[in-house]
Structure formats: structure tokens, C-alpha cells
């Protein structure tokens, strides 16, 4: 697919998503997001795709939301233009396949949010992160709501409520993002990480993503049975059969997806 605002590709079992906004720094209006959100779900569909890098054009990955959509409107229009502009961190939290942003310049606010909802994160030596809505009067619940969950309350409470940048070394220390690269190696540095997931087990995969998103919101007893349950019922599937016996006889495994 080659659309305006958002494109998206596929490398094997890899997907592509690149926000495609590069003059205005890949903010979002509703055209954008509502493009970036159906290509989450298009991408969450194919059952070829075991892994999505979502990597941005232009010297920025993303600058937040385009400040001319803040018109005079009533609470419930922008109630309505929110749900359509958030959609995607509705989609990344339903969605079974792994994600990886690719990060380069600024990440700040609904950018920002979206770098940190995937479930990892490579981010060029240049990239910088921030909240900044605070700034300009407003404030960056959304991207909070994934940050605070990576750094805890406190140091969230002081990004959120500063507005200040964190370098992508800072975001390395914080648990922000998962590897710093040199800005010129970024596409290959995500690559290789996407290529070396994309070789494991799908079911693996989906079903430890499942168990990060739904272990920590329960008490300590209801984890251990959840995590038994999961691994129960990959333990049963062909494909954990498989990769015990390719793993024995020294072969690489042949993934069924069952």
C-alpha cells in the first residue's frame, strides 16, 4: 500500500508501517490517524505478518497532534476527534502481534505515546522523548497512561507535569526504549531485531505478549495460575513440540501456527 500519510510494506513475515508526514513533522490529523489505526489492523490480520516495525519518514518520528486541530469545540467534539485521533493505542493494546517502533528525532506527545505503546522500542543516539502538551496549556494523559507503566507513578508524575525532553540515552535508563543505535543504522538495527523475533515460535510470541499485558493488574496468586494456564496451553500445541524436538536433534524448527 503507498498512501499519502501513512505507507506500509511487507519483508516476509515483517510488516512495515511508516508514518509518511514528514513536512509537518508526522503529527497527527484525523486522515493520519485514522490511516496509521487501519493499518494496525490490517497488519494484526495478515496471518503472514508475525511482527510490526512502525518507523516514521523525515527527521522526526513524531511531534504529537497538529496544534490546528485545537479549534473552538464543544467537550463532546473534542470527545469525538479523540477517539479517532487515540485510535491506535485502543488497536496496539488488542492487538496479538509484536510491535516495534523505530525511532528518530522528536517523540514528544501523542509521538511519544505511540513509541511507547508498542511493545519494544529502538531509538536513534539523536532521538528525544517528552510529554510537552503541558506547554502549550494542554496535557499528555494518553501517552502518560503507557509511560507511567514503564517508569512508575513518580517519574511520570515529573515528565508528564514538566514537559521536559529525556535524551534517548535517559529514555535507555528509564525502561523507555530497549536499545540506542547510531541514527544511520537505525532501519537495520530494527530490522534485525524484527528478523530475529519473526524466527521464534508465533504462538510463543502472542502468548507471551498476552501474558505481559494481563499479569501485572492481578493479584500474586491469580499471576501464578494465569502464567500456568498460558504456558499450559502452549506446552500443548504442535509447535512446542516442534521447537523441543528441532532444539534436541539440532535443527532449525518449522512453525505451524498450531
Not at 490546528?68 to 479523540?82: C, G, I, V
Not at 506527545?109 to 511507547?116: D, E, T, Y
Not at 504456558?231 to 500443548?236: G, H, K, P, S, V
Request: overall charge neutral; proline content about 3%; glycine content about 6%.
Amino acid at each position: 500500500m503507498n498512501d499519502a500519510l501513512v505507507r506500509t510494506r511487507k519483508e516476509g513475515r515483517i510488516g512495515w508501517i511508516t508514518l509518511h508526514r514528514p513536512e509537518a513533522m508526522n503529527t497527527f490529523i484525523v486522515a493520519f490517524a485514522d490511516q496509521l489505526d487501519q493499518a494496525l489492523r490490517r497488519m494484526e490480520d495478515d496471518p503472514e505478518v508475525t511482527v510490526v516495525v512502525v518507523d516514521a519518514a523525515g527527521k522526526h518520528y513524531c511531534t504529537g497532534i497538529a496544534l490546528e486541530q485545537f479549534t473552538p469545540r464543544t467537550q463532546r467534539e473534542y470527545r469525538e476527534l479523540l477517539h479517532r485521533i487515540d485510535a491506535f493505542y485502543r488497536t496496539l493494546a488488542r492487538m496479538r502481534t509484536v510491535t516495534i517502533a523505530a525511532v528518530q528525532g522528536y517523540a514528544v506527545a501523542n509521538g511519544a505515546g505511540l513509541a511507547f505503546a508498542c511493545d519494544l522500542t529502538v531509538a536513534a543516539d539523536t532521538a528525544r522523548f517528552g510529554t510537552t502538551a503541558i506547554n502549550v496549556g494542554l496535557i499528555c494523559l494518553g501517552p502518560a497512561a503507557a509511560m507511567a507503566r514503564l517508569v512508575g507513578r513518580k517519574k511520570a508524575a515529573e515528565l508528564l507535569l514538566t514537559g521536559e525532553l529525556v535524551s534517548a540515552a535517559d529514555a535507555l535508563a528509564l525502561g523507555l526504549v530497549n536499545r540506542v543505535v547510531p541514527e544511520a543504522s537505525l532501519a537495520d538495527e530494527a530490522l534485525k531485531l524484527a528478523q530475529k523475533l519473526a524466527a521464534k515460535s508465533p504462538l510463543a510470541l502472542r502468548i507471551g505478549k498476552e501474558g505481559l499485558n494481563r499479569l501485572p493488574d492481578l493479584p500474586a496468586l491469580e499471576r501464578i495460575d494465569l502464567a500456568d494456564d498460558l504456558f499450559a496451553t502452549l506446552a500443548a500445541t504442535q509447535d512446542a513440540v516442534e521447537g523441543v524436538s528441532a532444539f534436541l536433534e539440532k535443527r532449525a524448527p518449522t512453525w505451524k501456527e498450531r
